[in-house]
């Protein structure tokens, strides 16, 4: 079994920064590629960022391009997102989830491929 758990989240007056870190434990985690999606009220689950299991390839929505940045540390089995510049719209509960493929060539940013999810995390932007 997989768990996966978000920290980082908050409150933040539009124009700051924060950063969210998801550490896995369960399996080799620096073998299976990481995403990281957010829900806000009323709103269906989309994909922020996805990176590969090597860190090599990375993907964004395009509403966070240029914003944010994922990242991981293999060795610590944890992935990053480091949010800038943030907006009220980024308002949402944010969740890291695991690739369902092991050692998957690319990235991924369809919900159904993702197997593991963590608990989430709050980040509320004030404007």
């Known amino acids: 079994q997989v768990q996966l758990v978000e920290s980082g989240g908050g409150l933040v007056q539009a124009g700051g920064s924060l950063r969210l870190s998801c550490a896995a434990s369960?399996?080799?985690?620096?073998?299976?590629?990481m995403g990281w999606f957010r829900q806000a009220p009323g709103k269906e689950r989309e994909i922020v960022a996805a990176?590969?299991?090597?860190?090599?390839?990375?993907y964004y929505a395009d509403s966070v391009k240029g914003r944010f940045t994922i990242s991981r540390n293999n060795a610590k089995n944890t992935v990053y997102l480091q949010m800038t510049s943030l907006k009220p719209e980024d308002t949402a509960v944010y969740y890291c989830?695991?690739?369902?493929?092991?050692?998957?060539?690319?990235?991924?940013?369809?919900?159904?491929?993702?197997?593991?999810w963590g608990q989430g995390t709050q980040v509320t932007v004030s404007s």
């Open positions: 989830a695991a690739d369902r493929m092991y050692r998957r060539s690319s990235y991924v940013y369809s919900t159904d491929e993702y197997e593991y």
């Open positions: 369960g399996r080799p985690s620096s073998s299976y590629g």
């Open positions: 990176i590969t299991w090597g860190g090599s390839r990375t």
